[in-house]
């Protein structure tokens, strides 16, 4: 199931035209799977266009903060450790990478909680 996400994100790194169109995507679905933890950020895509585009995506599952930012056709990822909610280790990950830890992540929350399994399935699914 979290297979198919992953092989996703690595299709991703093969065409890099589709950088927008994929992140647009993976926003979507993370603020559908995981609507209290996940923030997008979206700008115009040009001067006064009523049209946005993703420019950042940031989970936050438990004690990890995963970050994305699409600038142009570059996205640029991460994954933060929080304790007390400061920071002390960031990790830039490649976007394949980012995808399947955050999908681990998920999976390890989904054997403790039907919530997270919920989301899980609704992200992959």
Not at 57 to 79: F, K, M, N, T
Request: with cysteine; proline share 2%.
């Amino acid at each position: 199931m979290a297979d198919d996400f992953d092989l996703d994100a690595a299709g991703l790194r093969v065409d890099s035209a589709d950088v927008a169109a994929y992140v647009e995507a993976l926003a979507h679905k993370l603020e559908i799977a995981l609507p209290s933890q996940t923030t997008v950020q979206r700008r115009a895509k040009k001067f006064l266009s009523r049209e946005k585009v993703v420019e950042a995506i940031e989970v936050q599952l438990g004690d990890h903060c995963y970050a994305l930012r699409a600038r142009g056709h570059r996205v640029e990822a991460s994954r933060g450790k929080s304790v007390r909610n400061v920071t002390i280790r960031n990790e830039p990950l490649e976007l394949d990478d980012w995808v399947r830890a955050l999908a681990g992540d998920l999976r390890g929350r989904a054997a403790e909680s039907a919530e997270a399994r919920a989301a899980l399935d609704r992200l992959v699914g």
